[in-house]
């Protein structure tokens, strides 16, 4: 009986991965930018990926698309500092020369600041940071901001109270008319920092319309700036604070 022959082995060459080439940009979204829905700002930094020249992984099956993964997104009006997005390339690109390209092909207030490669077993942008440190400039220079102990938020219709305690990092530091705090994101979910920022202005405005004209309490709001604060008019008496300004200013893990 003859003997079965076997079809000969193929070698097969590697195929090189592109999860080899994760490249991490740092952005900044500011301006009039910074009104612009996660969403949009997704779509204007796909295209400037494109324009760039950069040569993007797309992913595969029915509706191929770039594979690119975006950070923490931001309510809208607020802007972000250092703000980042993981890019997976098909080949080695130099970072300083990524970096180039994409600046040439971004917008003024959305215009990349950093290029780095990151190992493939990273965390993804989206959890990378959970700490998030945010500065607001208000209308004005308040003695003290009250912080509610639980905000009432509506998510997919349902109501939700979420304890500030579980969220919020410290307290809020004030320098004048400059606020400045911490905000964890959990697993089970965030604390939007506009949502937090607008519970506590709405709450020193209540206060404030509660206070008696001429009250020792009233004189303390209208004092002057906490020592070593920033150069900024004191809210007067009976005036409603506002909240001018609201940005991400770090990201850490």
């Given amino acids: 009986m003859r003997p ?9 060459l590697p195929v090189a991965d592109p999860r080899n080439f994760r490249l991490r940009v740092e952005f900044c979204k500011q301006g009039r930018l910074a009104l612009l829905s996660h969403l949009e700002v997704a779509r204007a930094l796909e295209r400037a990926v494109r324009r760039a020249g950069l040569p993007f992984a797309i992913s595969q099956g029915f509706s191929p698309h770039m594979k690119i993964a975006f950070g923490a997104a931001l ?6 500092l250092h703000e980042v997005f993981d890019l997976q390339l098909t080949r080695y690109v130099p970072p300083e020369r ?13 215009m990349a600041k950093e290029c780095r490669y990151i190992e493939a077993s990273a965390p993804a942008a989206s959890v990378a940071y959970p700490l998030s440190t945010y500065r607001a400039l208000l209308s004005c220079a308040p003695a003290a ?3 509610p102990d639980e905000i ?4 997919k219709k349902k109501e ?3 304890r500030t305690a579980g969220f919020l990092v410290g307290g809020i530091e004030l320098a004048g008319a400059v606020a400045t705090f911490t905000l964890e994101a959990k697993p089970t979910g965030s604390l939007r920092p506009d949502v937090l920022l607008r519970a506590c202005v709405d709450a020193y405005n ?3 319309a509660d206070m008696p004209a001429g009250s020792a309490a009233a004189d303390a709001v209208a004092g002057g700036l906490p020592e070593g ?6 809210c007067a008496p009976g005036e409603r604070l506002r909240i001018v300004t609201l940005t991400r200013i770090e990201q850490r893990a």
């Fill in 152 to 155: 009432t938020v509506v998510r």
């Fill in 98 to 110: 990524a970096l180039e390209a994409l600046q040439a092909a971004s917008a003024p207030d959305l």
């Fill in 229 to 234: 604060g920033l150069s900024a008019e004191p």
């Fill in 206 to 208: 209540a206060a404030e």
């Fill in 160 to 162: 939700k109270v979420l």
């Fill in 4 to 12: 079965r022959l076997r079809p000969p082995k193929v070698r097969r």
């Fill in 75 to 80: 309510p809208v009006g607020v802007g972000g």
């Fill in 145 to 147: 901001l009250p912080v």
